[in-house]
């Protein structure tokens, strides 16, 4: 298959229609050149007829509110840590920039997927049990007396995740020019995805000239500060009344805001998405804006490879005698993961960033990346949870 490289021709986030999605025999060609000029183009776009049960959708929402909504020394009492990268946190800093929000991280555990497991553990057995432990950590949820009815929708709403993200990565690899089932073993069988739960309030001047002064906080608050996410895929379910998610347009160089459709996801492409395809996908930048007039919320599902799986641009999108000769040395994702979640945890400097192992990449710099992920690959168990390893 080919790629395009037009520019775009109007501002608009392209809106995708998947109703063929989960067809087998039937996903057209039209839905696949789609999804491969918006990965290719903007890396954003909405998709409507996604197949989400509404019911699903609104429990999820609902216990979302109900969670933000608890006493402040309940959701304190499941923060994370530096060694635990899930449970609640209200001090993440993206590109060393601390963010305008509350947030809630949860995601797959080792044994979630045994005969055993009831949503996220197995019967009877606690979330800090280290059966449930994983290089991320484990799951702090509420107990169902502090939150009763949360944890089964969050399970609901993450195995409907799941499966959507399965089939749009068939989609996605069939645009790349392999086949359908190429990330099976990187992605379905193995995935490390989580789910992050976004509160964002209003943040009032009184509250913005306090925070810049002595809160950690810089001029101009944002609630996310830019940034490209990780993974492979990103779907976003996001509140219809507050518009303050913005992508950068790299066509025009201006910030586009997206403006979500009631009912739609938003998708985005991930950094390993951009190596895999040997930068023919974009992963893209984007932020969110901090709203002086309404709360925001907004959930995140994060689809990631397996921690083990070798990131590295696939033979069939390199072109070394055209525009597309090999962009990247091999990526791990377990150590892309851990290093990135020490930079959201806390300000430790630069952050890691697929350009650490682009091929233009100054050599020292190269291979000193390549030996610090070599060095933490080699402590690193299956999907055990490594305490100081690549901090």
């Not at 050149?33 to 609902?62: K, L």
């Amino acid at each position: 298959r080919s790629f395009s490289s037009a520019r775009l021709d109007d501002d608009n986030v392209p809106i995708i229609d998947c109703t063929h999605l989960f067809s087998k025999n039937d996903c057209s060609d039209k839905l696949i050149s789609q999804v491969r000029e918006a990965c290719v183009n903007w890396g954003f776009f909405q998709i409507v007829n996604h197949g989400i049960q509404p019911d699903i959708i609104r429990r999820f929402q609902g216990q979302t509110r109900a969670f933000f909504a608890l006493p402040q020394h309940v959701k304190y009492g499941l923060r994370r840590t530096v060694d635990n990268s899930r449970g609640f946190f209200d001090d993440e800093f993206t590109k060393r920039k601390r963010d305008w929000k509350e947030g809630l991280d949860f995601g797959v555990t080792p044994l979630c997927r045994s005969k055993g497991a009831i949503d996220f553990t197995l019967k009877d057995a606690p979330d800090d049990d280290f059966r449930h432990s994983n290089l991320d950590g484990f799951n702090r949820f509420p107990s169902e007396e502090q939150a009763p009815g949360f944890k089964r929708a969050m399970w609901n709403y993450f195995i409907a995740m799941t499966h959507l993200a399965e089939q749009l990565s068939e989609v996605m690899a069939l645009g790349m020019g392999v086949q359908r089932d190429f990330f099976n073993e990187q992605l379905r069988h193995t995935h490390t995805s989580f789910l992050r739960l976004n509160y964002y309030p209003v943040l009032e001047k009184e509250e913005e000239e306090e925070a810049t002064a002595g809160g950690g906080y810089e001029k101009g608050t944002l609630g996310i500060s830019p940034h490209s996410d990780a993974g492979f895929l990103t779907l976003l379910l996001q509140d219809d009344d507050c518009h303050s998610l913005q992508v950068y347009n790299r066509f025009n160089n201006e910030w586009q805001t997206v403006h979500p459709i009631p009912g739609a996801l938003t998708v985005n492409t991930g950094d390993m998405a951009q190596v895999w395809s040997n930068d023919r996908y974009h992963a893209p930048v984007h932020r969110v804006l901090a709203n002086t007039e309404k709360i925001r919320y907004s959930m995140p599902f994060f689809y990631n490879p397996g921690y083990n799986t070798e990131v590295k641009p696939i033979e069939r999108c390199v072109d070394t005698e055209g525009n597309y000769p090999l962009a990247y040395d091999p990526v791990y994702w377990g150590y892309f993961r851990w290093q990135r979640y020490s930079g959201d945890f806390a300000d430790f400097g630069r952050e890691v960033q697929i350009s650490d192992f682009s091929k233009t990449n100054h050599k020292m710099r190269q291979e000193e990346r390549i030996r610090h992920q070599d060095e933490f690959m080699n402590t690193f168990d299956g999907g055990a949870k490594i305490q100081s390893a690549g901090t």
